[in-house]
């Protein structure tokens, strides 16, 4: 991996990307990423299928090591200390990666633990993130017997538990029902006042609409368009009016088709 | 039939690809496959000899022991995905196929036909062969392999209906891993049978299987028909042959009948997933302190409650157990230096426990973790120890049985410092060499054998040769107090080689935690299979 030279120090910026690069054998899934992230923003990650959203949050949280280019979350380096990132960092991966054989209490409980949380502290924040979530009828149930959308809300706890300073949630809304995505975004809000820095990837247009101060859209690997929504249309030309789902379509050229099938009448 | 076809084609065609397309698989198959021609050979000629030689020597046996042996096939045939975790008959997923319009009966007929073209059914087809020549001749050959092949299609049939039944029963989860733990427990008591048979132990076994040959009660069982079929059909007896090959036709259409019912069944969801329990009334907590602490605790709960990891865990029991039943066997019987030397093996057991790559998708949650990665290391190491403890205690009473209580710290001495040096050079070969992860929609915990390859192979034997050296000063400090006739030697001699051990499990366990640290996020692309 090619280390920066000089690691950007810059208090204003939760966030700052130079050149992230992820080859995966011959095929470029992340291609010379680069962008900054003001601390306490709500920044939208978009892109289509497969334009390399999740690889990018897997690698700025140290899951996946970069091919080339480096990154700073809170002035902690991706090249240096990966445990001194992960303090910092909370995770929402899109895999939903949890412990199957654990109940969700017994799960929140752990995750706490690893992070260092004194016993009565983390019991506290398990027993709040379970009642916040409507988790807390089926704390004593294994992993394994939740449904998908109780899974995404166990996952959330796990990353929220600790406190972190710059949260990575990927496709945190998918599979959630409309009462706890509601719950969830009021959370994610109210931790964007206090602070927090999320980042945050959705292909839910209006929602990030309504939540994000910032997005960035990636295509096939590379940043085609970073700023507000109405930086992102003077950008591009586009009227005033145009909703984030027009400026998407537009920043990653759809084909959206419209011919007729011969055989519908 | 056209749409039976177009079914058959199209499994055949994406199984082809499978294994085109995916260079594991294509080595493993190329890989099998001298070693399936072997078997099938070896088993053709064998069923030949030995046939030709009862009909000569012992014809009166002939008949309950091909049935004997025809209900065994069937049985671990029809039961192998509960006793060797493989399904040697593939039951196919219809989900996909129910929305088209094809009876149900047609969809489990497809599946019956293309499982037929399987290479493990392929390769019982010389055998059967074989044997209809040694029971028929030049002259009757036919009627008798036609009465062998019926009975293959039966074998096939139950082993669908059986694999219908078991998905059936994964709708339960609780059920389905009782199953699962009981079928591992069953597979282990099938595999130790031979030995207890062959023991001096084992001859009520013997005498068991006796009477049950000279009452000929697997006559009953109708994995047999199909053979006393062939030995009727070989001798002539034509009424005979076509009673039992009547009676094997309709224990197929019964069999593909249940498998219509129970895949009736299944997918229009009518089979209940059944009651989620809840553990423990009382609020959860982890007791041990630390973040290692909370590391074992998850461990064992995590294993406990998996019947595959806990049927493993338990089954680790056997080995010692039966080495020192097998040396129990000679004249000497055992004495201290077998309980020492078995006991130094089995701690050497722990090389290829592979703790960090068991944790499959929860490695990515675990390394996400602010931890230390030397404590990640010490709380796997410590759980494994833990884990271990049906070992440890079978040991000590094995000990105290064969040696007396003077033996028995020396007998836990060495077991143990053998296997913590075991699992530190175990952390290299784990980080070196993890397991990949399943495809995307495939049961993450499902294993995948030889996926770590022949380099894993050779890592191990080094691993296990590092251990032994490594372990060797402090298992001689063991044996020392043994070789020079003087006992209360060992109360300074255990403590010195445990403490020695641990010291050289740190300064191992500390170098594999740097290993992590600078490798854990190419371990992590490795099990997803992306390096």
Known sequence: MNASPAA??????????????????????????????????????????????????????????PSAGDAWIEGARLSGDLIALKRKIGVLTEELALYERLTGEEHLLFAARMHGLPEAEGRRRAQELLEFLSLADERGKLVVDYSQGMRKKLALACALVHGPSVLFLDEPLNGIDPVSGRVVTDLLRRLCARGVTLFFTSHVLDVVERLCDEVAVIDRGRIVAQGTLAEIRAQRELSGSATLEEVFLKLVAADVRREDLSWIG | MDRLIAIVGLRLKREARAIAGSRGRTRGVLLALPALLLFSGASALAAFALVRLASRTE????????????????????????????????????????????????????????????????????????????L????????????????????????????????????????????????????????LLPILVLSRGGSVARRLLLTLLERDVFA????????????????????????????????????????????????RGELDVGEVSTYGSGRARFRLPGAIGALVEKELRVVWRDPRLKAVSLSGIIGPLMVLFVLGQGAAGIGPSQLFA??????????????????????GLLLGFPVDRLALLVGKNLALVVLRGPVIVSFAVVGLVFGGPVVVPAVLTLLLLTQILASAADNYLSILFPIPLPAAGRDPNAPISGARGLGAVAMGILAMTAALAASAPFAFLAWLPQLLGEPWLWTLTLPLALAGAAAVYFMAASGAARLLQRREQDLLARLRGEE
């Open chain 2, 220 to 267: 009953l069982s109708p994995f047999a028909w199909s053979a006393r079929a062939a030995v009727h059909a070989g001798r002539g007896e034509g009424l005979a042959a076509l009673a039992f090959c009547g009676a094997v036709g309709l224990a197929l259409a019964a069999s593909v009948g249940v498998s219509t019912l129970v895949a009736q069944r299944l997918y």
């Open chain 2, 59 to 134: 014809p009166e046996l002939l008949l309950p022991v091909l049935s004997a042996l025809a209900t065994l096939f069937g049985v671990t045939w029809a039961l192998s995905p509960l006793i060797a975790g493989i399904a040697a008959t593939e039951t196919h997923d219809l989900t996909r196929l129910l929305p088209y319009p094809v009876p149900l009966a047609t969809l489990v007929l497809s599946t019956l036909v293309a499982n037929l073209l399987q290479l493990t059914v392929l390769a019982q087809v010389p055998p059967l062969l074989a044997l209809a020549l040694a």
């Open chain 1, 8 to 65: 950007p120090s810059s208090d204003a910026h939760a966030i700052v990307v130079e050149g992230l690069t992820r080859v995966f054998r011959r095929q470029t899934a992340v291609d010379h990423v680069s962008f900054r992230v003001a601390r306490g923003r709500f920044f939208g990650f978009l892109g289509p299928n497969g334009a390399g959203k999740s690889t990018t949050i897997r690698m700025l949280t140290g899951l996946l090591r």
């Open chain 2, 136 to 191: 028929g001749g030049p002259q009757r050959f036919p009627f008798a392999f036609a009465a062998l092949a019926l009975g293959l299609l039966l074998v096939v049939a139950v082993g669908q209906t059986v694999g219908l039944l078991l998905h059936a029963l994964s709708r339960n989860r609780r059920l389905h891993e009782r199953a699962v733990f009981l079928g591992i427990g069953l597979g282990v008591a099938l595999s």
């Open chain 2, 342 to 363: 078995v006991a130094q093996v089995a701690g050497l057991g722990a090389v290829g426990a592979n703790a960090l790559a068991l944790e499959r998708h929860g490695l």
